[in-house]
Structure formats: structure tokens, C-alpha cells
């Protein structure tokens, strides 16, 4: 599904990875590590297309991306470090423009996705008056709206506590085992019930300076 | 996996003036102080000047274009400012929906609270500066064709500062020469027609820059976005 | 050929009672063009520096 | 040809092909601009309309065409920087904002040092000082959104982009300010242009001088933007030879 060959990121005169290529299919979890600052964000901004200042290839259904950007940007979740969540609207609000400006109609299922989060109820209270770990579910419920084939997220666990972990968890599974793929940065030790590839950030680029 | 309907590319315009509107009237500040902003800079100039109505006269539709102009440069902070912050942005370029389209829906719904409140008081104010009442149509005109232009304008210069921490008089000192063709059209609208003369060619090149700046601007808006999130 | 348009030097200088204007152009124009050269030379110059200080530190 | 082009987009390359050409380069600049500037000063005929003051002209009109000129000139390598990403037209067009704001500072001052004697004002709203007043403006916001960006290709791209627009611009905004100077301006302004017939004791020296400032400008283009390679591409090996070599010479090494 998506492909990366011979990724080259350098910032600030500092190489961050280079010779990287792996390959992600429909119904796999990859997981990308590095220590801070190792350019894991990098990677995945750099893989939503939010960032462009990389050398190599990345393919998308095997064709170079930037001729796939509509069917790319259409079948892709990107959850970044922002909430992306409007603290002046009401959840319900933030959801219905999220669906909208991707072309989703949401048909009524805001209530409902916002449940799976434990949100039920939540939908008209101002965003401002949530704490962090609510405003973060009320991020993560815009995953349950759109048709993806591809999450990319990352850090997802920040600020949820160990219930709100747990259901993450069985929902990524799910999300998997339908044949979705999953690419994730995380402190957190993943237990998902599917194999887990990674992609060391740290390791690929002293590989590629002792060679 | 859910696979709702489609929404046609008018509904997503809709959806984002929706949202526009919402915010604005929720935080009723960005309608307001643009309006009071006109309001206070208007007054400054006969207390600075002079209150001798031939005076005023003579700079009237200038100092309403002006202190228009200003206003919409400083209200353009919160055209992307909020987007930026909570990463909305960054969703907003990962939409699959084109990006011009969306920018146009936010510039406009823009322009509908921060510049519509302006041109329905102009008048009034047009008339406390003295301006003979044949310039009032003119200059009506004038800014409802001139200020959607200085919208998009002044986006370009938002999309461009907006990942700087100050960008407040550096916005200024790049988009106010772009808005020179516009204030000179506008007045001059104004001066034609207390001239006696035909201003509806003016209008009509007004009409040009704003179709110009409709088909340009959103795509100059994209890439400046674009950078400042990268 | 072309003649020397004055009668004397100072009249040359004096520019015909334009000399105030004439000269100061020139002037601004020549401070113009000394500073578009001598201030890349400076930098590059400085450029140089900083990065011989910069080897000495990396070899050292 | 094309492979002497695309050789010039590789710093390394520029930089080693000006260091040949650049000696030539300013022997031309220096003997057109010295016998343009001695003849154009001394030995042509005085205007019979505004006397010795026309002398201005000679530094007045190349300094006006090349102030457009220079901004066209960092438009198009923006475009260039865009479009195929090549370094260096970037590191021009960073060069070309501070060349360009000077030679426009030094366009306004001698049209307004001819103003004096001419129209008996140093400044008046005529239309191209304003519009090279404006264009002073758009060359002041490109070089201030560049220094305002920490990230070297973040500040490159916005003002690649703010370069484009302002190119778009200026057109309108010249027309603009033209229109609007007929209107509020008495048709009493007097020009190079309106001065009958040049003779060509006054255009050949003229045409000296234009292409020694044009030599002028490329020098100084040419030096800033191989201190910009020196800059972003001192972490490269050519660099620390090219210093290296340089210690050895000042021997101090």
C-alpha cells in the first residue's frame, strides 16, 4: 500500500535518516522508534505529505505519491501532535466540520463515535471546559467517521489513561484485522494481537554510517 | 470500516462558512474590534486634522478606505492564527477536498464578518466626514468590490507569517504595498464621481483585480500554507 | 571626437551652478556601489574566518 | 549550452566557474563605467533645456530600469527555485533583494536630486517615484520575511512565493499609481525622454554607463551569492579545502 525507498531527511545539518525504505500493506502495524528527537514525527509528516523537504521515493498502490495525492489524502487518518480540536465548538461541531471539509457526510454516527470514547453525552459541551485526555478522545473519534485504509498517528496514548489505552488498543486491533494499516510512533509498549514491524530510526542511521 | 455518502464539493463550502460563522459568533472579538477599530481610527482624523468640513471632505473617502484597509490587515490574525495552533491546519491540507475551494470558503466567510460590519457603517460614517452625497454610492461600491481583494491579499501575507511567533507588523509591511492598486482605484471612484465623472470603469477594473485575485490568490494562499507548516 | 564640455576645472566642478545636485548623485551613487562591493567582501572574509576557527577546532 | 546552465545549478560549480570569469567581468565593468561616467560628465554637450542637471540621467535611468530589472530577475529564479529546486537560484534571488533595494534607494535619491532644479521640489508625487517608491517597499518585505524565518528553506520558499506575488503586482500597481498620478498631477512632468532627439554624443556614453552598471550588478551579485554557497555549504569538503587553502596562503595555518 505504501512504499518508501531510499527516504533521506536531514534538518538543521543534521542527518536524521537516510537509506530508509520499508514497505506497509493492508492488515500489518508498523512502528516507528527512535529516541527524541530521532525525526520520528519527521517521517510521518513527511510521509502525509506536511512536510517536504526529503530525498527517496514514496509510493502509494505503486505509484509515486505526488501523482496519488486525491486517492492518497482519501484513504489516509493523520492524527499529529495537535488536537486539531477547536476549543470554542462543541464536539459535535468540531466532528461535523472535521467529516465536511473531507467530503464525509457524517450521517448522524458523531454520537456514536464519540460513545466508543466514553463521550457519551459530551457532544454540545464547549471543548474548552474538557481536560486534555477528553479533548484527546474527542480527536481519536474522528477515526471511527472517516473510511480510511491507512492511520498514521502519532503519539496516540498521550494523555489517556490506562482505560482510555486499553480501548485504543482493542480498536487499533479491530482496525487491523479488517485490513486497514497502521502506522504509529509510541512510547508505549503496544499489545496489539497482530505482529509488529519496526522501524528503528536510530538503528537505520548508524547501519548506514558504519557501512 | 463505514462508508457514508459522499458530499458534494458545494455542501463542504457550506460546511466551512458554517464553522466560520460559528466560531465568529463565539468569540464575538473578531467581528467587534475590526468594527471598533474602523470606528476609532475614523474619529482620530477630524480630532487630528481639523473638524472644518471642506477639509474633511477633501480626505474623507481616503481616510474611510485607509482606515477600511487597516482594519482588515489587522483582522487577518485570526484567519489562520487558530487553525495553526490547534493543528487544524494540518488536517485542513490533508483533506482530499481541494484546497482552493476551502480557502475560498474561509476568506469569504472572513470577509462576511470582519469586512461586511465596515461597509454597512462606511456610509455613516462618509457622511459624520462630510462627504457630498453623490461620493457615497461610489465609495459603497468601491469596497464592496475592493475588500474581498484585500481579504485574499491579506491571506497570502497570514499564510505566509502565520508560523512566526511575531508577525503582527512584518504582515503589514508585506501586504500593505499589494494593496495600493486598490485604495488608488477606490478613491479614485470616489474623486470621479464628485468630479462628475463617469467612475464605472474604475469599478469595472476593481471587478478585474477581484476576479484576478479570486483565480490567483487562493493557489499563492496554498503554498504559503504549505510552508508554514512544514 | 568628444571635447571637454567646460572651461576649466572649476568649472567642471561648479556643473554649471547645478553642482549641489549633480555631484551628490554621483556620490550616492558611488557610495552605493562601494557598498554592494566591499560589504560581500567583508562577509566572505568573515565566512572564512569562522569556519578556519571551526577546522582548527575539529582537527584539534 | 543547456549542460553550462544546469552545470551552474551545482554550488560547487558556480563557484568554481565565477572565480573564472569574474576577473574579466570587473575589467569590463571598470572601463565601461570609468569612460562612460568621464565622458558622460565632461565631454558631452549640456542640455539646452536643463543644463549641466541632466548629468543625473546618466546614473538616474540605468539605476531605475535595473531596480524593475533586478526584481524581474528574483521572480524568475524564485519561479526556478520552485518549480525544480535548484539551491542556488535560490541563494540569487536572496542576493538579488539587498542589490535591489539599494540600487532602488539610489533610483529615488538622483530622481529626487534632478527634481530640485527641475520641478523646484525634492519630492512630488509623480508617478515613477511612486511606483519605484512601492517597488523600495516590496524589495523592504521580501528581505524582511526572509530574515524572520530560523529555517533556511521555510524563509527560501515564503519568499520565493511573496516574490511571485509582488511580480503579479507590479504591473498593477505601476498602472495604478500612473493613472492615479494623471488624475491628482498637472501634465508638467519632464523626462529624460521628452528631451527632443539624443544626439549620440549623449546616447553612447549613456550605453556605456548602462552596461557598466549592468557589469556592476553581476559582480555584486555574483560575490553575495558565493558567500551564501559558502555558507550553506560549509559542512562540505570542498569548502574546508577552499578554507584550508586559504590558511595556507595568509599562512597562519
Redesign the interface.
Known sequence: MLEAQGLFCERDDRVLFQRLDFSLFGGQVMQIQGSNGSGKTTLLRILCGLNTDYEGRILWDNQPIQEMRTQFRDNVFFLGHAPAINKSLSPLENLRWFCASRGVSDNGDIPAALAAFGLAGYEDVPCYVMSAGQQRRVSLARMKLIPAKMWILDEPFTALDKRGVAELETMLAAFVKEGGALMLTTHHPLQLQCPITVVDLDRSNDEADNS | MMNNPRMGLGSVIVATVRRELLLAFRSPGDVINPLMFFIIAVTLFPLGGGADSEFLSGIASGVIWVTTLLAIMFSMESLFRADYEDGSLEQLLMSPQPLYFLLLAKVLSHWLVACLPILILAPFFAAMLALPAAGILPLILGLLAGTPTLCLLGAIGMALTVGLSRSGLLLAVLILPLYIPVLVFGTGMVSAALGSLPYTGLLALMGAMLVLAICLSPLAIAAALRISVN | M?????QSLAE?FA????AK??W???G??AL??A???IQ??L??RK??KT??A??QRNSS | MWQWFLQLGSPRLFYSMTDRYLPWLTWFTVILLGTGLAWGLAFTPPDYQMGENYRIAYIHVPMATLAMGCYAMMASFSAGYLIWKIKVADMIAKACAPIGASITAVALATGSLWGIPTWGTWWIWDARLTSTLIMLFLYVGIIALRSAFDSIDSGARACAVLSLVGVVNLPIIKYSVDWWNTLHQGASNLSLSDTAANPPEVWIPAFFVGFGILGFFLIALILRTRNEILIRERRSQWVSDLVANNMKESGDA
Not at chain 3, 15 to 18: K, L, R, Y
Request: charged share 10%; proline share 6%.
Open positions: 568628444p571635447e571637454f564640455q567646460f567642471f556643473m554649471g551652478g547645478h545636485y549633480v551628490s548623485s554621483y550616492v551613487f552605493m556601489i557598498y554592494n562591493l560581500p567582501v562577509a566572505k565566512i572564512i569556519q578556519k571551526r577546522l
